[in-house]
């Protein structure tokens, strides 16, 4: 449509002018490629170094004890400058294309006009600012809406590649069955177990006939992958996996609460006395990977979250070792024994602890991944090592500490934990400081830099707008006076001007911010380093990563792109005002109603977008929380069954930030609307 009005104004020289346009659209394509290669080394850059910042947040102990935050904080540097310069390629194709898109009109309007005077056409104020109103519309989706739809499609493809790489693993949807139907067996003939087809058999031609309710002893030497022999049932992990919640939440894992039950799991596995000490008792929120609770106390956790579960099977991964020996005794008596809460229960206790051995129906020893011997508990004892050993930790074992936990003495009913060391993220309200706009934009050069960076901005306008004038003062001469070439000279040289300056000034912002966001992630990831461990303690690592990857990135890319095209926006929309107010001044009372309004607008839809913005980032952070938390409690996961809670739970948390990000969206087209109908 556009082609046919302006081709019924000039004829045969609106090819000229298409013909530019034309050639843009291969030029995309090639940075389309070109920005595709550094998206993808940018985003393994970005992996490397969030992967270093995660191992810290998790190791953070053994960081601080080591004092390893120096050697550390070099290799994260490292990883961001290559990050930073895979970031820096990619932004100067950014600034082709917004140097392009500045200068698009000015181009195109050199090709048609300058065809249409070679072709000695006369120039007319009419037929010019008609034309450069219709070449105006064809600007936005050619020179910036299809760069930016290449350029996401980029993104696209590589994200929809990393995510597939996810979506075609393997999953494991079989379920075991009882043996003939009796529930709490197992039974095993030459059985072999591996992690995975590709390495070595870790269990070799394992026996076994266990019956329903048999207590039994699995013990060896250390690495001698007894830890293998598990069945999808209860279980209970030699390392304590505890996610942030509730003591209770921990204990209940997902299933409805029996105050009954409840209280006889927490007797059995000694918790009452921890639990008198909480002021909030079972409501007192353990941090992530239970920060907050000794190892004992984890381990105990972790037990009557076990001990809750009905199940027919129960797999104790060498749960006393993090107990002292008293306590021990106690929970292998009221838990685990023939007198315990599940006696009726089959149970396989792995255990270095051997002072249990006679306790036991039935005994396997195992060594380098076979069955060295397997019967009664006087078998083993026939054994002189084992013998040997057992007569040692008899020798050893301390008298049965007093403790004077009683279901009676214990109410369910707490007051909420006020206390928590794990601190809730709040959204905070109010505008960015400027000093934190100032030090992005003078971090790198100082102020002179961003003086320097106005320059170029102020400059580029006003080349801009110099040209548009010159085109108006050519066609306002008479039909000879446009024929002489100064005019055209002029105009070329200023579109050439136009453009050059246009690139000099992107390139120049995109560096200049990104100098910026590099200094500011760095003084982040330092604060971070070298806090105290009570700010690990108190935020889960998800938040703590959501900062470093997704806002990192929003700084990164987001922010530099949209920034620049807010203020030559800005800066054109001032030119523009100050081009009609030289032509025509009258013009300018339109303003006096329209400015009012805009700032009005503009108040309403900041605070409600920054608002919006802010709870977007507010609930994305506990899914990276979720998913660092579930990946380490997998085993436990599968073990009980709960992957369809955990999923709904990760949904429930994607929706609610899908939800805002709908509604910030949505305040966007609101503000445009209302710009629209001004």
Partial sequence: IVFVLIWKQIGLATLFGYGVLLL????????????????????????????????????????KMYRWEEALENIVYDARQNEFRS??????????????????????????????????????AANIFTILSFLGNLRYPVTIGLPYAIEKLSESRIASKRINQ????????????????ISGNIIMNKASFTWSSSESIELNDIDLNISNGSLIG??????????????????????????????????????????????????????FTDLRSFVAGDLTIIGEKGVNFSGEQKARVSLARTLYTDADIYLFDDPLAAVDRSVAQKIFKECISNKGIIKTKTRLLVTHQIQFLTEFDHCILLNNGQIEKQGSPEDLLSIEHIAKSYENQQFHTDETKTRTDSINDYSSKQQIDKTSIVKDEISINGTVSIKIWSKLFTIAYGWIGLIFLIFLMLIGEGIYDTTNKWLSIWSSQAPHEQRQHRYAYVYLGLVIGTWIISLIRADYFFYLILRGASALHNRMFKGVLYTSLIFYESNPVGRVLNRFSKDQQAIDELLPLTFYDTIQSLIMVLGSIVIIGMANPWVLLILVPIIPIFFWLRRYYLRTSRSLKRLESVTRSPIYALCSSSLNGLMTIRAFHMENEFLNTFIDKINANTRANFLFGCTGRWFGIRLDLM
Wanted: overall charge positive.
């Fill in 24 to 63: 843009l659209v291969p030029l995309q394509l090639i940075f389309s490629k070109q920005f595709g290669k550094n998206r993808k080394n940018t985003v393994l850059w970005s992996d490397k170094r969030v992967k270093v910042i995660n191992e810290i947040l998790v190791g953070c102990q053994i960081v």
């Fill in 87 to 124: 970031i820096r390629k990619a932004s100067r194709i950014r600034a082709i294309n917004m140097g392009i898109s500045f200068a698009s009109l000015p181009l195109i309007s050199l090709a048609v006009f300058g065809g249409s005077w070679l072709m000695g056409h006369v120039l007319t």
């Fill in 166 to 181: 996810f979506m075609n693993l393997y999953q494991q949807t079989e379920k075991l069955k009882d043996n003939k139907g």
């Fill in 218 to 271: 699995i013990i060896g030497s250390t690495g001698s992958s007894k830890f293998m022999v598990k069945t999808q049932v209860a279980y209970v992990s030699q390392i304590p996996w505890i996610f942030a919640g509730t003591i209770r939440e921990n204990i209940l894992f997902c299933q409805s609460f029996d105050e009954e039950k409840y209280a006889r799991v927490l007797k059995a596995s000694q918790l």
